[in-house]
């Protein structure tokens, strides 16, 4: 057993964890709620307050700290010359008119099932606690049953309550919680309730009949007060915590009530209606993208969140983030086999497959073979199907296994309990007289344990309500997403009114009134600061971007030279596939050699440019060219391909780590622009490629002042204080996808480790080193910190002879559950002082630990929009909100770096954990808007720091290099093993693996650009 099977074996062993709806958490914490069921839809919310307590004492005009505490401004480091009003996506939640307390039972739900043998019990399973299958339909159906079980539960049991009641004036969670009123619940210590089919109407039946594979006969539910909670909502024991966290719990249980029917699908946080998207009543034809199979829904995520409110005082708020997704589309199964072979020929047609198209289709198949046309049918197994010839009273979705060669003519297996065999075609004539229309088709197979059971592919149905999986989102799709349907702010707004008004119904809504609930329509409206750019430095001047205007810093920066020009020792150009003539590849290193030359790069007219023809397949090839470009101590392998993002794209950077060679890839259609002198195609490339060999494109520095406005007086002691001497670390974590029903229905457990992408600057905040390493599966805290801090520190001292004054660690992949664990992260990287004889002794830096959530569901418009363009309807690069709606007793601030292009700008939320310097928000919001700008591919901001953004590329790259990695060793005909998985107790297969793949990364080179 080989490397990657042992360390795929671990993988198999690790248990994924539980993750809130912002971002994935770790270990279970006194502010976390220990799940009970995926479908508590109030779970997530629990994550969003948060751990402890804390500020930082000394948060100086940043309008945070403890509540009604008077600040002095002329404290302030920066001072805010710039405002903007904005209305958000938040709606204050008043509480005024719940009861003083709430109370919350266990609801246990069972089902027993018929049975045909009288001497046998019936088998009895618990249905909410347990779920009998996975995946995005199975749960749908299984929040309906219960829904309705719910609903009857109340309407037959009278005599539980002091008063007559419906269902609307409690609250169920679809899972395994109730809620009332106090006192209006009067059952026993335990309340058992007994439902027989019969007693459902029909329609009401289907949902329930769907809650597991076999036949219900009888519903047993349990109302107990074993686990009954008080949710305090007025008074000092309202204030506690963990009756915070319950509150939270509870308000988003109750305003999700009205989209708990069968009119919607619900996953986790986010609602889709279950019809299509309509304008005015009209089937909206643009998002029916009927050539794909899909069509594109438009939904909501629905959070609560306990913030600071606009008087400094404690409140909660409930964010309506409307967003889009891709689904598929309801169908048979044998149309999308038709779009699916269709495509590869590069025409998908529209309409019911006629015999011609399937006999065309069926000569391709022949004369792919088996293995080929798995390939070319893979998306369906990723879509849940049920046979259209079985009776509709019971779970019989499942997922494709695969498909067979041989057809339903050829196919035969025994016949009931003889011997005789039968083929698939004759048994579906007899058993069910149908006549199969396509015989001669290959079949669908199921895998049932050791059954295999085989289906024709036109008795088989894609179930409506199933979310593309994101590696099957096609480019076409995607490209209607961020065109056709990108949502603008204005947009954005008038769809979360429709939620308000006709999903969450909050002015009809009996759920609501039942508890005196009440939300305000009108969103929360205040004043942003706009932060100030800092001022970009090159090597022959400097400017400084226009925050808050439409005007790119591009123009600007279009005259200036490289702050730092590399040094290029030679170049070789691959031309993969013979793509180009040897004659157009020499005029464009003619042209790139100008560039540079402009760039003021050293001797690059006596550079070498080789050109080098290589086969795409030809892996051997690639690598010996690569290994003797090392040896010889070439600068760069600049490729071109035909493809954007062609296989061999994988494998050119898998070699670049395994090799120690940096790599630059460009496709045809750049290179056209290159040839007619595109300047921005152009300049991209030539700011790659300065990077890429060892250059510095350009350095920020604080302002002083913008329009002759004081921003900064004393600009040059805070640029050293921030900047001088700190070392900014990165980390962001990727991990594999979580098991789907099909992994489930096979008994695969999940075999791909998380990757841990890191960055960190060495020298200036602008240059960064970084790499990738691998961690079990699905683990949300950081392994292996200490060997990953002692690399970056090592680097650190020899690029500057000396170790940093202060420490900035900006870490994503958590949400507030966490909390508790970064700190003891840091704590772990502190360690690295004491345990490495290279630092041991010295005096541990000051940490600064940043938690970012990049994926936040709070919005920013401008409270009046004017226009038409991205630009226009949205804020400008640097606005930032620290004075309300962040969580209460946190030091925290919400910040857009990023300019709009298209659609609507989502700000990234930063949350201080540790703050050792005891830096003021002011000084540390102002510190991450200049960061961003050190992105040094584009002269525009990303959306989060540069050291973030560059370990998020970072994570990227891990992943991809190991996924290359899987399938190299598998054309060498290495196979995983799951026979021989074996527990990897101290992670050394981790890390083995890790070295294996990055033999020769170079740590101190921006390669990921």
Same mark, same amino acid.
């Given at each position: 057993m080989d490397l990657l099977d042992s360390i795929m074996g671990t993988m198999g062993e690790a248990k994924p964890k539980t993750s809130s709806s912002d971002q994935p958490t770790t270990s279970a914490q006194p502010y976390r709620i220990k799940k009970k069921t995926p479908l508590n839809i109030a779970e997530s919310s629990a994550s969003r307050i948060p751990s402890t307590f804390k500020?930082?004492?000394l948060d100086s005009g940043s309008g945070l700290g403890a509540p009604n505490v008077k600040r002095d401004k002329t404290m302030a480091t920066f001072k805010n010359i710039k405002h903007c009003d904005v209305q958000t996506n938040s709606y204050k939640v008043i509480l005024d008119g719940l009861p003083e307390v709430i109370e919350q039972f266990q609801f246990d739900v069972y089902a027993t099932f018929s049975t045909k043998d009288s001497t046998k019990q019936a088998k009895t399973i618990p249905i909410n606690e347990k779920i009998v299958v996975h995946g995005d339909l199975p749960i749908q159906y299984r929040r309906w049953g219960l829904w309705n079980i719910w609903k009857l539960s109340v309407k037959s049991n009278p005599d539980l309550f002091t008063k007559p009641i419906s269902y609307q004036d409690g609250a169920y969670d679809c899972g395994a919680a109730i809620y009332f009123p106090a006192g209006l619940y009067k059952g026993e210590e335990s309340e058992h309730i007994f439902l027989h089919r019969s007693e459902f109407e029909e329609k009401i039946w289907q949902p329930i009949s769907?809650?597991?594979?076999?036949q219900i006969e009888t519903i047993k539910v349990m109302i107990s007060r074993t686990k009954a909670k008080k949710i305090y909502t007025r008074g000092i024991d309202s204030t506690r915590p963990e009756s915070v966290t319950e509150l939270v719990r509870f308000l988003e249980v109750l305003t999700s009530q009205k989209t708990s029917s069968r009119d919607f699908f619900q996953f986790g946080n986010s609602t889709y209606t279950r019809s299509s998207d309509k304008n005015n009543g009209i089937l909206d034809e643009r998002c029916q993208i009927n050539q794909e199979g899909k069509e594109i829904k438009t939904g909501f995520e629905k959070t609560m969140r306990y913030i600071t409110g606009t008087d400094g005082k404690p409140e909660f708020i409930m964010t309506i983030d409307v967003r889009r997704s891709p689904f598929n589309q309801e169908m048979d199964v044998i149309d999308m086999v038709r779009i699916l072979y269709q495509?590869?020929?590069?025409?998908?047609?529209?309409?019911?497959?006629?015999?011609?198209?399937?006999?065309?289709?069926?000569?391709?198949?022949?004369?792919?073979?088996?293995?080929?046309?798995?390939?070319?049918?893979?998306?369906?197994?990723?879509?849940?199907?049920?046979?259209?010839?079985?009776?509709?009273?019971?779970?019989n979705l499942f997922y494709i296994n695969g498909f067979t060669q041989e057809s339903a003519e050829q196919f035969t297996f025994p016949a009931d309990d003889s011997k005789m065999e039968i083929s698939v075609y004759d048994y579906f004539l007899e058993k069910y007289q149908i006549r199969l229309k396509y015989p001669r088709l290959p079949l669908a197979f199921q895998k049932r344990?050791?059954?295999?059971?085989?289906?024709?592919? !036109?008795?088989?149905?894609? !179930?409506?309500?199933?979310?593309?999986k994101q590696n099957n989102v096609t480019s076409s799709v995607q490209s209607i997403m961020t065109s056709k349907l990108s949502m603008l702010p204005l947009e954005q707004i008038s769809r979360a009114e429709r939620v308000l008004d006709e999903y969450l119904s909050i002015d009809d809504n009996k759920f609501l009134q039942a508890f005196g609930l009440q939300i305000k329509r009108e969103s929360t409206k205040l004043s942003a600061h706009i932060l100030p750019a800092p001022v970009i430095n090159f090597g022959n001047g400097a400017f400084t971007p226009i925050t808050g205007g439409q005007r790119p810093p591009l123009i600007e920066a279009r005259s200036k030279v490289f702050s730092s020009p590399a040094k290029l020792n030679g170049v070789i150009v691959i031309n993969f596939d013979e793509v180009l003539q040897k004659e157009r590849i020499?005029?464009?290193?003619?042209?790139?050699?100008?560039?540079?030359?402009?760039?003021?790069?050293?001797?690059? !007219?006596?550079i070498d440019w080789k050109i080098e023809n290589c086969a795409e397949a030809?892996?051997?090839?690639?690598?010996?060219?690569?290994?003797d470009a090392k040896r010889r101590n070439i600068s760069l392998i600049f490729a071109i391909t035909r493809d954007q993002r062609p296989e061999v794209h994988d494998v050119l950077k898998l070699l670049e780590s395994q090799i120690g060679i940096q790599t630059q890839q460009i496709c045809l259609a750049t290179f056209e622009q290159l040839s007619k002198g595109a300047r921005t195609t152009t300049e991209n490339v030539i700011r790659k490629?300065?990077?890429?060999?060892?250059g510095l494109n350009f350095k920020f520095s604080i302002p002083r002042s913008e329009n002759s406005k004081e921003i900064c007086s004393n600009a040059n002691q805070v640029q050293q204080k921030l900047f001088g001497n700190t070392l900014f670390i990165g980390f962001e974590l990727s991990h594999s996808g979580a098991d789907c029903l099909f992994d489930r229905q096979n008994n695969i457990t999940s075999g791909e480790p998380s990757v841990v992408g890191y960055s960190y600057s060495y020298g200036d905040p602008c240059e960064l080193g970084g790499g990738s390493y691998l961690q079990k599966s699905r683990e949300h805290s950081l392994m292996f910190l200490s060997d990953h801090m002692a690399e970056i520190l090592s680097n650190y001292l020899k690029a500057r002879n000396k170790l940093p004054e202060n420490i900035v660690v900006y870490r994503s992949g958590v949400g507030e559950g966490g909390f508790e664990q970064i700190e003891k992260e840091v704590e772990q990287m502190k360690s690295v002082f004491k345990t490495d004889t290279r630092f041991k002794g010295r005096t541990i830096p000051p940490f600064l630990m940043i938690v970012v959530s990049k994926t936040t569901h709070m919005r920013i418009y401008p409270k009046e929009i004017i226009g038409g363009k991205a630009i226009e309807q949205n804020v400008p690069s640097g606005t930032c909100i620290s004075s309300v709606l962040t969580s209460y007793g946190r030091d925290e601030f919400y910040l857009v770096s990023q300019s709009a292009l298209i659609g609507t700008i989502r700000p990234a939320r930063y949350s201080v954990i540790v703050n050792d310097p005891k830096w003021t928000v002011n000084e540390i919001s102002h510190m991450t808007y200049f960061l961003a700008f050190g992105h040094q591919v584009s002269y525009q901001a990303p959306g989060v720091p540069n050291v973030l953004y560059a370990a998020g590329n970072m994570a990227k790259r891990g992943r991809n290099n190991f996924i290359t990695y899987q399938k190299l060793l598998r054309r060498e005909g290495r196979s995983i093993d799951r026979q021989e998985m074996k527990p990897d107790e101290n992670g050394e297969l981790l890390k083995a693996l890790t070295e294996e793949l990055n033999k020769c990364t170079i740590s101190c080179k921006m390669f990921w650009a």
């Open positions: 500020r930082s004492p769907k809650l597991a594979s076999g495509s590869r020929r590069g025409g998908r047609q529209q309409g019911s497959p006629s015999v011609d198209d399937m006999n065309d289709i069926l000569y391709q198949m022949q004369r792919d073979g088996e293995t080929q046309m798995n390939r070319k049918l893979s998306e369906l197994k990723s879509m849940a199907v049920f046979p259209v010839h079985l009776p509709n009273n019971r779970m344990g050791k059954r295999i059971i085989c289906y024709p592919l !036109e008795v088989l149905k894609i !179930e409506r309500g199933q979310r593309v020499t005029s464009m290193i003619t042209k790139l050699k100008k560039e540079l030359q402009n760039q003021k790069l050293p001797k690059i !007219e006596t030809d892996q051997r090839k690639l690598e010996s060219i690569m290994v490629l300065n990077l890429k060999c060892g």
